[in-house]
């Protein structure tokens, strides 16, 4: 079974710049994740869809990020315009159930703001 | 809002030694997860946890969930190189979400 993919798996870009980011769960998974990941932390939910629908975004910040799943499979991340701060690896996990259920991450999206 | 906290926040042990790596929470858990993770990469699942008193063991890791005290704990018999790595416990905020909130993980170093 294939597991989630992210990618690109690394991106740099100067402040005020955008970017995005592309996740492909595992097939099959109707819940989908994207959390933040700042160095020595652990992750950080930004938003949850459950098939297209998003189910939690109350920790987005939707003045700059912005994120899509279209037809209930792929989603991306859009930050616009970075901030230094927003420096992270970005995962994406998927689960076949919202509730009880393991999610699975994918390898994440490693984000320099410079 | 419900925090997890880790102990120890890391570990360095010598090959073939137990460790124990503990993960409390400061509200009720609705289920405990365990993570393994690589440094820069993904999360590796590990462990669900669903009930009290519940216990799962896989190879030599072994998670236990005490539910009356918000805790669980990681148990890793005769430790080798590949244990290595940053082990993170993640509570379900409550008990209709699959969103997870995440401690701060325990890095772990296993010396030949």
């Known amino acids: 079974e294939a597991g989630v993919a992210q990618s690109p798996r690394y991106k740099i870009i100067e402040k005020r710049q955008s970017v995005a980011f592309w996740c492909n769960p595992i097939s099959g998974h109707a819940t989908l994740y994207w959390y933040q990941q700042i160095l020595g932390q652990g992750p950080k939910l930004l938003i949850q869809?459950?098939?297209?629908?998003?189910?939690?975004d109350s920790q987005l910040p939707k003045d700059r990020f912005s994120a899509e799943r279209l037809k209930g499979v792929d989603s991306t991340l859009k930050i616009q315009p970075a901030k230094l701060e927003d420096s992270a690896v970005y995962l994406c996990?998927?689960?076949?159930?919202?509730?009880?259920?393991?999610?699975?991450f994918g390898q994440g999206t490693r984000l320099t703001v410079v | 809002s419900q925090e997890l906290e880790q102990s120890p926040q890391s570990l360095i042990v010598q090959e073939g030694k137990n460790l124990t790596i503990n993960c409390t929470s400061s509200?009720?858990?609705?289920?405990l997860y365990w993570y393994k993770q690589k440094y820069g990469e993904g999360l590796i699942f590990l462990m669900m946890?669903?009930?009290?008193?519940e216990e799962k063991s896989h190879e030599k890791i072994t998670a236990k969930l005490d539910e009356k005290k918000q805790q669980s704990s990681l148990h890793i018999t005769a430790s080798q190189p590949s244990h290595a790595g940053i082990y993170l416990c993640g509570a379900a905020a409550s008990s209709n979400t699959g969103k997870l909130i995440f401690g701060q993980g325990t890095t772990l170093q296993v010396k030949p």
């Open positions: 869809f459950q098939n297209n629908g998003v189910v939690d």
């Open positions: 996990a998927s689960s076949f159930h919202r509730v009880r259920t393991e999610a699975f």
């Open positions: 509200k009720t858990l609705y289920g």
């Open positions: 946890l669903q009930k009290g008193g």
